[in-house]
C-alpha cells in the first residue's frame, strides 16, 4: 500500500496536491464467478488508501456538479476517456483536455496529471493504466493522440512524460486506443486503424493491431509483437483470468473477441446493429461492455468452461445515463463507466460528463437504491 503525495509542476504534466492513491483494484474470486476475473499482477491483493469522506450525512447534497442520483460519483468533467477504479476512488481521463482525475463519491475531482493531447476527431487522452508496481513507483502509462501520432507515454511525479511507443499511425479518426498489463513484465497496447481498414491488415503498421509489448522502456522504440490484426476503431481490453478480452468497431459490426492462452483468437460476439461497443470489465457475472451509440451497457456471459457466448448480451441502464464509454470492475461488484454525452453525437445534460456506479444486472443493475 502507497500513498503519493503529489505536486504541481510545468512543463507537461500537473500533479495535483493531497493526492492519496494506493494499488489496483480486482475482484476477488469466488467459486459462484463463470471465470476468473482479472487477477492482481503482483500475486497479492492490494489494498489501497482511500480518500477520506468528509462528514457524513443522511441527506444527498444538492447544488451545481452535485448529480441527485446516489450512483453518479462525480458530475461537470469534460467528455471522458477511460478509468481505472482503485477501491472506493478511481482515476479517470479527460478525452480533450488531457488531465487525468482522481475522482471519489461525494468529493471534488483532484487533477493528478495533464499530458497534452490533440483532441481533433475521436484523438486526445484515450486511455490510462497504473503501473504494475504502482504502489512502489507510483507511474501512470496514457495512451495519447500528439500532433503527429498516437503513443503511449509514462508519467512520473515530478516529470515530463516519457515515450513508451510512438508512431502509431493517426488520422482524422480510428485514434482511440487502449492500454493493460497483462503481466508485470508485458504491456498490451490496442491501436485504431486511423482510419484506413487497409492498414489493419499490413504487418507493417503497428495500426489496427492489439500489440504485445515487452519490457516496455522510455526510449519510445520499444519492441512490439503483433497479437491481433485487423482492429478497426478501437474499443477496450479487458483481462479475465489467462483469457484477454477486447472490443472493436468494424465498418460491419462491432465485436467482442477472445485471446486464449495460446494464442488463438476467437470472436466471442457481433453486433451488426452496431451500437458503439467501447470500454469493457471483467466481472464475475461476465464481461461488461459499454455502447456508446446504443446508450447502455452489454453484459456478455461467457459458459465457464469454454469461454463461449452463445446467448444475446443482456443490456441494462438503457438511455439512463447516455452515451457510455469507458468501463472499470471495483471490489464491490459495482462497475464504473464513464459517459462521453460531451463528445460528438452527444446530447449532454447541466451534469455531464460523468462516472457512475452501476450494479451488475443480478443486483439490480439501475444504481444503488
Known amino acids: 500500500m502507497r500513498s503519493v503525495g503529489a505536486r504541481r509542476v510545468t512543463v507537461g504534466l500537473v500533479l495535483g496536491a493531497a493526492l492519496l492513491l494506493g494499488g489496483c483494484a480486482r475482484f476477488d474470486d469466488s467459486a459462484s464467478s463463470p471465470f476468473t476475473p482479472e487477477p492482481t499482477l503482483d500475486g497479492a491483493q492490494l489494498e489501497p488508501?482511500?480518500?477520506?469522506?468528509?462528514?457524513?450525512?443522511?441527506?444527498?447534497?444538492?447544488?451545481?456538479?452535485?448529480?441527485?442520483?446516489?450512483?453518479?460519483?462525480?458530475?461537470?468533467?469534460?467528455?471522458?476517456?477511460?478509468?481505472?477504479?482503485?477501491?472506493?476512488?478511481?482515476?479517470?481521463?479527460e478525452r480533450r483536455t488531457g488531465r487525468i482525475l482522481q475522482v471519489a463519491p461525494e468529493q471534488q475531482p483532484v487533477e493528478v496529471a495533464r499530458v497534452d493531447v490533440d483532441p481533433a476527431g475521436d484523438g486526445g487522452l484515450s486511455d490510462i493504466a497504473v503501473s504494475p508496481t504502482y504502489p512502489e513507483d507510483g507511474l501512470l502509462y496514457a495512451y495519447v493522440t500528439t500532433g503527429s501520432?498516437?503513443?503511449?507515454?509514462?508519467?512520473a511525479d515530478g516529470g515530463p512524460p516519457k515515450p513508451v511507443l510512438t508512431g502509431i499511425p493517426k488520422g482524422s479518426t480510428g485514434n482511440r486506443g487502449a492500454i493493460e498489463w497483462s503481466s508485470a513484465e508485458q504491456m498490451l497496447v490496442l491501436t485504431g486503424d486511423a482510419g484506413d481498414p487497409a492498414s489493419a491488415s499490413d504487418p507493417g503498421s503497428t495500426a489496427g493491431k492489439l500489440l504485445r509489448v515487452n519490457n516496455p522502456t522510455t526510449n519510445g522504440n520499444a519492441p512490439t509483437e503483433v497479437a491481433?490484426?485487423?482492429i478497426g476503431s478501437a474499443g477496450d481490453i479487458c483481462l479475465g483470468g489467462d483469457q484477454?478480452?477486447?472490443?472493436?468497431?468494424?465498418?460491419?459490426?462491432?465485436?467482442?473477441?477472445?485471446?486464449?492462452?495460446?494464442g488463438a483468437v476467437t470472436t466471442a460476439w457481433t453486433w451488426p446493429d452496431r451500437p458503439g461497443v467501447a470500454g469493457c470489465a471483467v466481472t464475475p457475472e461476465g464481461v461488461a461492455i459499454s455502447l456508446t451509440d446504443a446508450k447502455a451497457l452489454a453484459m456478455a456471459t461467457p459458459d465457464p468452461a469454454t469461454f463461449a457466448i452463445t446467448a444475446p448480451p443482456s443490456v441494462f441502464v438503457a438511455?439512463?445515463?447516455?452515451?457510455?464509454?469507458?468501463?472499470?470492475?471495483?471490489m464491490d461488484g459495482t462497475i464504473w463507466v464513464t459517459t462521453a454525452n460531451k463528445?460528438?453525437?452527444g446530447q449532454p445534460t447541466p451534469n455531464d460528463d460523468r462516472v457512475v456506479r452501476i450494479p451488475p444486472p443480478s443486483a439490480g443493475g439501475g444504481g444503488p437504491d
Open 343 to 345: 463528445s460528438e453525437g
Open 244 to 262: 484477454i478480452w477486447i472490443t472493436d468497431r468494424t465498418p460491419a459490426l462491432d465485436r467482442l473477441q477472445r485471446i486464449g492462452p495460446d
Open 149 to 155: 501520432d498516437n503513443r503511449v507515454v509514462r508519467i
Open 319 to 330: 438511455n439512463k445515463y447516455g452515451r457510455l464509454l469507458g468501463a472499470a470492475p471495483a
Open 49 to 93: 488508501k482511500k480518500p477520506q469522506p468528509g462528514e457524513s450525512s443522511t441527506t444527498r447534497p444538492s447544488g451545481p456538479c452535485i448529480d441527485p442520483d446516489p450512483a453518479v460519483v462525480v458530475s461537470c468533467l469534460d467528455t471522458t476517456g477511460g478509468i481505472v477504479e482503485m477501491g472506493g476512488y478511481a482515476l479517470v481521463a
Open 228 to 230: 491481433v490484426s485487423g
